[in-house]
């Protein structure tokens, strides 16, 4: 096993060889691997994805582009499906935050050296991935599948501006910082891992055009605006549905109220000295650093006029024709 783990590691080096490289958001550099641009580590993830992870038929993935909702997503499917189990009061959100809830697929798998096995992990399985759906492989993606993704996306100028702050917080010291105008640049391009965010959305986005059993496609705008219509959605979408009795005791206020923005950011776990996430052996993310504003439209505090219109500009050539409009 070990010999084969040590291969892949070779298989990794010779393959970033031939990718084309760009500049980086938190490392020095990013590939384009089959249409996306992905760090050597989250390639390093999908290689052995591919290659070991055994998707169960009950399985739930939650997918986003990076900064579109991960974090509150993870804690409202988590409450949801727990929902039997813990009390609102003392919740493990209350003491763990959203990120321990269940495991980042794209580098977990890696995590526990040379392989993370998760086996054990009580059905229905639940992983987040921000990889697209091309990439994925077909035990988690064929018409065959029963899997299930929840996806959810966000203004793209919103994860812009989200990423931009969270990438330069998590760069390297020893590269220089990441200009806005330049991230701006970048993500135009479709350069910052994980993008192009347009064919990362679109992705999904005709995925659950033509499977809506399978993917259920969200909108971070949405749930601010009615968290609770949504979080019926995506109850009844995973499988357990409220029953009216729940609805009526106000199960889905307390859901609604424990995964709140401003709940999760003021718990002591999301401050500072609250701990950390764990990505790779080297990269640790402090829990607090997946809470900022949470509010729609903080684009307006950063983007020109001249750079809204090229953005929505972008989107809308893009989406021309698929029915999404965001
Ligand atoms: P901002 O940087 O715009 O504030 P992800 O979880 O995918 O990494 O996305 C992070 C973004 O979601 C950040 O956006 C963060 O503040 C926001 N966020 C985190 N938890 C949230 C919650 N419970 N409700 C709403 N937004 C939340």
Redesign the pocket.
Known sequence: EEQAYKKLDEKLKSLLATLPKDKGWRSANIYLHEGFWLSPQVIKGLLMINNYFHAQSTDIFLA?F???????LK?LMFATTNRHRYSFSDHPLRRNGPQSAFPFLDTHIFLDYPITKFEHLPSPRMFATHFAHSLLPTSMSSPTSTCKFVYVCRDPK?AL??KW??MSKLRSKELPPLSFNEAYELFCNGVSEYGPFWDHVLGYWKASQESPEKILFLKYEDMKKETSVELKKLAAFMGMPFSAEEEKRGVVAEIVKL???EN?SNLEVNNEGGGAQKFTAQVAVENRD??????VG?WKNYLTEEMRERIDSITETKFKNSGLTL
């Not at 997946?290 to 509010?295: A, I, W, Y």
């Open positions: 986003a990076m900064k579109c909702g991960t974090t509150w804690a919103d501006i989200s702050h969270f995964c709140s923005f999760l997946f809470f900022r504003k949470g509010k903080d």
